[in-house]
């Protein structure tokens, strides 16, 4: 079985300020980890994930996360936070292979000019 | 190459009634999932499928809710006498095989009266 905890469902930045987005998970094998991006009123676009190599995974719109498996960590990162990422963010986790994904319950990121 | 199609967007029904939402996966892509968002939570698994076959549907309520992909057309879920509970954002992913990413639709947002 697998979980996801999101610490904060609610962040605030200041636009230009770093954007950290905290993600824990549990799972009992080896785990492909994701983060989405939810606009309102539209469906979940991939970020970037995570299946194995590298540890820190590169995304898209200037995102990164990280790996930490002695943390059992993915928090996402940005260097500097722009209007355009207001937005709420999900992270997600499944084993190999198949089974299903498990989301987390997001953070609404909030930008402030 | 189009995205995943879900419709309708939005669908309005009255307590007692029944709803269909449909998903058309990406093009290659054999295997749908289901997903429902509740106002303020994240997204929760419904059910698994593959062509003609359900894999997983551990995510489904016992009663009212039923799911197929056949060989031809769109995946369809079904929810019969509905609920006002049942109020949610249902999405819709699909991925050319259960080890890859899920690629989301943008949702079909029901409203029970």
């Known amino acids: 079985a697998q979980s996801v905890t999101q610490l904060g469902s609610h962040v605030s930045v200041s636009e230009g300020a770093l954007v950290l987005l905290r993600c824990n998970y549990s799972s009992s094998v080896p785990p492909y980890l994701f983060w989405y991006v939810q606009y309102p009123n539209q469906g979940l676009q991939l970020l970037l994930k995570?299946?194995?190599?590298?540890?820190l995974v590169k995304g898209i719109n200037g995102f990164e996360a990280e790996f930490k498996k002695s943390e059992t960590s993915f928090h996402l990162t940005k260097p500097s936070a722009h209007m355009s990422d207001a937005a709420e963010y999900f992270c997600a986790v499944k084993p190999g292979g198949y089974q299903k994904v498990t989301f987390g319950t997001g953070t609404k990121l909030q930008v402030i000019p | 190459n189009a995205g995943v199609m879900q419709n309708p967007r939005h669908l309005v029904r009255r307590r007692g009634q029944e709803a269909r939402l449909r998903c058309s996966p990406m093009k290659g892509h054999s295997h749908v999932y289901w997903y429902r968002q509740l106002p303020e939570e994240g997204l929760k698994f419904m059910v698994y499928?593959?062509?003609?076959?359900?894999?997983?549907e551990s995510g489904m309520p016992k009663e009212r809710f039923s799911a197929e992909f056949p060989k031809e057309g769109p995946s369809i879920l079904r929810i019969q006498q509905v609920v006002r509970g049942d109020s949610a954002a249902y999405f819709c992913?699909?991925?050319?095989?259960?080890?890859?990413?899920?690629?989301f639709g943008p949702g079909t947002r029901l409203t029970v009266l």
């Open positions: 995570y299946t194995t190599g590298a540890t």
């Open positions: 499928l593959q062509k003609e076959n359900i894999i997983d």
């Open positions: 992913a699909s991925s050319p095989s259960a080890d890859n990413e899920q690629f």
